[in-house]
């Protein structure tokens, strides 16, 4: 059980960490949405370092908690149209 919840949790890094690299913010800069955007990525980006942290320390859980919560910041900002995203598996949109 251990090796299968370290490999989903590296997994759900890897994933967290493309999405990241994907997602373009889709309004101008300077404008509200843009800032909304930015605060959800600065989010996700928090996430992500918590998630690699806890995964450093063994903390397996919290790491995939982490990720997950990460993501969901990245996809809720997708859903809302404050991202512009490729079609694929890296969001749930």
């Not at 090796?3 to 404008?31: F, Q």
């Not at 919560?69 to 997708?78: I, Q």
Request: hydrophobic residues 50%; glycine residues 8%.
């Amino acid at each position: 059980m251990a090796a299968d919840l370290a490999e989903k949790t590296d997994r759900y890094c890897e994933l967290l960490a493309k999405a990241l690299d994907a997602a373009r913010v889709a309004s101008p800069e300077g404008t509200p949405m843009a800032a909304a955007a930015g605060e959800c990525r600065e989010m996700a980006v928090a996430y992500l370092e918590d998630a690699r942290y806890f995964r450093e320390e063994g903390d397996l859980v919290n790491a995939l908690a982490a990720a997950s919560y990460g993501h969901g910041w990245l996809d809720a900002g997708a859903r809302l149209g404050l991202f512009e995203i490729p079609k694929g598996h890296l969001f749930a949109v």
